[in-house]
């Protein structure tokens, strides 16, 4: 169920004063169970380029083609079933009675089950979020707010999309939130097979999670990478007004004290790993 993007390119208020194009002439392709992470400057494209996946926007020229379906057809219903789309604080969207309800929603408005056919949908993307039986019947505001931003994805995967998009899904999370959002979503791809895109300012959370880096800079795609290649140029970075995961640069600190050092860390665990070689055998 691949992604195919052939020469995408999207302008805002086209023929105006206003007119800006946001993204041009991108190619790719996202295969099936990849996890990508899109990093990019405010403005970069980053949101308009994962707006096409489902429809929300039309290529002014070029075609975003997912699972055979271009998504300039009228198929937009079927297109929305294969892909899920998690916007920013997507816990602002809640409003049922009950949690239960609330990721029942979705599935109500799109697909003609039985009750029970329902429920089995419901209590699978709760598991897949971790949220208990206990918080099912309990009301969305009186959650936590990494709890609350799990039912709202849950409400996404009820629907059992083969894609997930997520546009910043940790703004405002603490970092238990964090933490717990993304193992999640680590299962759900382990155990799935979901394409999982991410669309994120933290160089930390990319870097922990994707297996492929979009690096987008005006529009463009500028680096089509894996994690360790994209933040090993961080003068690179730097010009696209972007850096490195903070545990890079100590690295390279590291390197200039304790010879041969490896510079290429860009999470913690790697760097608590180099860092206990060291102490072991000073």
């Known amino acids: ?77 079927e297109l929305r079933k294969i892909v899920g789309m998690v916007f920013q604080y997507p816990e602002h969207q809640l409003f049922e009675e009950t949690v239960y309800k609330d990721i029942a929603f979705g599935l109500k408005k799109q697909y003609e089950f039985t009750q029970e056919e329902m429920d089995v949908r419901i209590r699978a993307a709760a598991l897949a979020m971790s949220i208990s039986d206990e918080l099912m019947e309990k009301s969305p505001f009186e959650l936590s707010g990494g709890q609350k931003r799990r039912v709202a994805i849950a409400g996404v995967l009820v629907t059992d999309p083969r894609i997930l998009v997520l546009d910043e899904p940790t703004a405002g999370l603490d970092p238990r939130g964090r933490d717990e959002l993304f193992q999640s979503l680590e299962e759900i791809n382990r155990t799935k097979n979901t394409t999982i895109i991410i669309v994120s300012h933290s160089m930390e959370e990319v870097a922990g999670f994707a297996n492929r880096i979009l690096v987008m800079n005006k529009g463009t795609v500028a680096m089509d990478t894996t994690p360790d290649k994209a933040f090993e140029d961080v003068d690179l970075l730097e010009s696209m007004g972007l850096s490195a995961p903070q545990v890079t640069y100590m690295a390279r600190a590291i390197s200039g004290v304790i010879k041969d050092f490896p510079t290429r860390i860009h999470t913690v665990e790697a760097m608590v790993k180099e860092l206990m070689k060291v102490v072991k055998h000073p």
């Open 1 to 77: 169920m691949a992604i195919e993007i052939n020469n995408l390119s999207h302008i805002y208020n086209k023929e105006t004063v206003m007119e800006k194009t946001a993204v041009h002439d991108i190619t790719l392709t996202i295969q099936d169970g990849e996890k990508v992470g899109i990093i990019g400057h405010t403005g970069s494209g980053k949101s308009t380029l994962v707006q096409h996946l489902n429809g929300l926007l039309k290529p002014h020229s070029g075609s975003v083609t997912v699972n055979g379906i271009d998504t300039k057809s009228k198929e937009i219903k």
